[in-house]
């Protein structure tokens, strides 16, 4: 069910929410974000947005259910890949890289043991949010592992006997260093993204769509 005003998905709660909602407002969208709302409608602008759990986002516009979305590129593809792996539909497209939610997914393992490559992982179990992600890497270099799906606590696996190493997002290494783990190889450096969904817009929405790219670019290049 296509609607005249254009649908943008972003994170409700979360790392993302604030510099998403301040580059809208930047934009010019005029919105009030009260209360527990799942659409917002904004004041001044043929727009709805839509506040949803950050992992919904990929599946929303790759089901072309919302027009546009801003997303981490590491949820993002890990739900790419799953859904190609599934034969649902998983395209879209990414419109432009946004200049905030920079992280890496990386592996790390107990700081004292020794690391020389990723063939010292061989057969090791990894805990991680992120098994597709971890399965492309590790396919790429050609190493064996077992997965251990945690959807939280990643980085306390190791230390209960869960898993040898983990696979998470990293942005200064401080909560690594708590559990006693080293970062030992980078997989993914991701930042959020604005995706688009696939289809025909109206000439309108594509219009609106436009004139948000414009300004965005304003506004980002007025930061750098
Ligand atoms: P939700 O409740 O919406 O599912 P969440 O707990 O899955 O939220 P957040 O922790 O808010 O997600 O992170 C959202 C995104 O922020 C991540 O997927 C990632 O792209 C980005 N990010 C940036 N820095 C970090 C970091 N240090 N740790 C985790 N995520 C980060
Ligand atoms: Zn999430």
């Known amino acids: 069910m296509q609607t005249q ?3 943008i998905a972003i994170q409700k709660k979360g790392r993302l929410s604030k510099e998403c909602q301040n580059l ?3 934009c010019g969208v005029k919105f009030n974000l009260v209360g527990e709302r799942l659409v917002v409608h ?3 602008m043929p727009i709805d947005l839509l506040l949803v759990r950050d992992d919904d986002i990929p599946g929303l516009i790759m089901d072309g259910v919302v027009d546009l979305g801003v997303i981490g590129e590491n949820e993002l593809e890990e739900v ?3 859904r190609s792996a599934l034969g649902e539909p998983s395209e879209y497209q990414k419109l432009r890289r946004l200049d905030f939610g920079g992280c890496r997914l990386s592996i790390a393992i107990d700081k004292d043991e020794t690391y020389s490559g990723p063939q010292d992982l061989q057969g090791k179990r990894i805990a991680t949010t992120y098994p597709q992600l971890v399965k492309r890497y590790m396919d790429e270099q050609g190493v064996t592992f077992s997965p251990c799906m945690l959807n939280g606590s990643v980085e306390v696996a190791p230390r209960a ?3 040898d190493a983990i696979c ?6 401080a909560t690594l260093e708590a559990n006693g783990l080293k970062e030992v190889e980078v997989i993914l ?3 959020a993204v604005l995706i688009q ?3 025909e817009f109206s000439a309108e929405k594509q219009a609106l769509i436009e004139r948000l790219l414009t300004r965005m670019q304003g506004v980002i290049q007025a930061k750098e």
């Open 5 to 7: 005003r254009l649908r």
């Open 24 to 26: 809208l407002k930047q």
């Open 42 to 44: 904004a004041e001044n």
């Open 80 to 82: 790419g890949l799953e």
């Open 161 to 163: 006997g869960l898993a």
């Open 168 to 173: 998470d997002l990293v942005s200064t290494g």
């Open 189 to 191: 450096r991701s930042k």
């Open 197 to 199: 969904r696939n289809g």
